[in-house]
């Protein structure tokens, strides 16, 4: 069977993963690179600590345990379960917080400001703060690669993709500059470019815009440990000493439509939070990115089939946390495989049918 996924951000690609390890033939097509949309902007904080509702909590978090098991079956190193260390509430909101994701069952413990300190001596230290053990750490440029090195699909860059073509209700390839290339299933992974692709074929998937601005320091030394959420900015270091930080304060509840600053000036208003976090250490930008976030109306994921018979899709923000989960799932409906009762309950609601009348 031919599969053609449309776009190698990290839905694309840990679809592709999973598709080639249960032997399908996979074809990934991206109209510029690996990477190159959202997934290569993104801040890389896979958690359960954020979620919409219930259903969407025990989402992202068998998605956490999805990363556990992509890591033991692939080796892939671009995934450190480093924790996160929150305090983006204060008073009573911090204890709805904790009460909230307690009564769910999450992995979470209070600590008090001597225990923040010594597990980051060089962040200003909070009153107290909420340790979640469970979550992750993600470098998606490098583990988009890895995965789609690892998939044995065949890659193409630079080329995209132009429409779907259906004979007798039923896809059968994909117009690309040059001719179509066939195809027995099509996944559209295209992030902010999928509701064009989609609506080509008469399948609806309104979008919202949901720019996204982060940032990226000149690397310091080894001085953080965890992913940080303090009030209005999160923060965390990569392996190679550079700190990276949204520029938007609680980017993951930034509902802007547009950008409201210049990028510099966002970069240099999201420095002044940094260094009064991290007091003791010199901190300058290097780099400062737009990204667009794919944003379905509603907030939620769409993953699954749609339209005519063949074509499936995947589309979501907080794709970081969400990629190893969706693709475990839809690889079994792509190759016609049956989900478990579990999955078929975890996916109810993220189906693409919810906006179709
Ligand atoms: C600033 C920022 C911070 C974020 N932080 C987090 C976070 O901490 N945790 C989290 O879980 N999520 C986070 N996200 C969201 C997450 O990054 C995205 O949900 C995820 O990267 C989406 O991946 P994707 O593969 O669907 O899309 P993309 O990475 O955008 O990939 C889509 C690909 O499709 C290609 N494409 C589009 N149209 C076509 C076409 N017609 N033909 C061929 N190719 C096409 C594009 O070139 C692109 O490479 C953040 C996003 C941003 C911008």
Redesign the pocket.
Known sequence: MQVVI????????TLAYQLGSIGAQVTV???????????????????ASFYADEAHYRLRRESLHAYRCLAATSGVSDIRWTGCLCWEETGDAFDAQANALSALGYDLREIDRAAFAELEPNVSPPKRALMFNAEAA?E?VALTQTLLAQSNARLMFG????GIVVENGAVRGVRVPGGTLPADRVIV??????Q??LADVGVHLPMLDR????LKTKPVAAILNHILVAPGQ?FRQLPDGTILA?TAAN??RDDSDHVAERLDQSAEIAMERLRNLIPDTALEWASVSL????VPQDGLPVIGACGPKGLFT??????????PLAAEILSKEVLDQSLTNSQVDLIAPYRPDRFQS
């Open positions: 449309i776009g190698a951000g990290i839905i694309g690609a097509i991206d109209a510029a690179g690996p990477a190159s949309g959202a997934t290569g902007r993104s801040f890389g904080w896979a958690n993600i998606p080329c995209r993709v132009n992974a295209s992030g902010t470019g999928s064009a692709i720019p996204g601005v982060i999160e949204p980017h993951q990204a667009q976030r794919p995947s589309v979501m923000h907080s794709g970081i946390t969400l990629a």
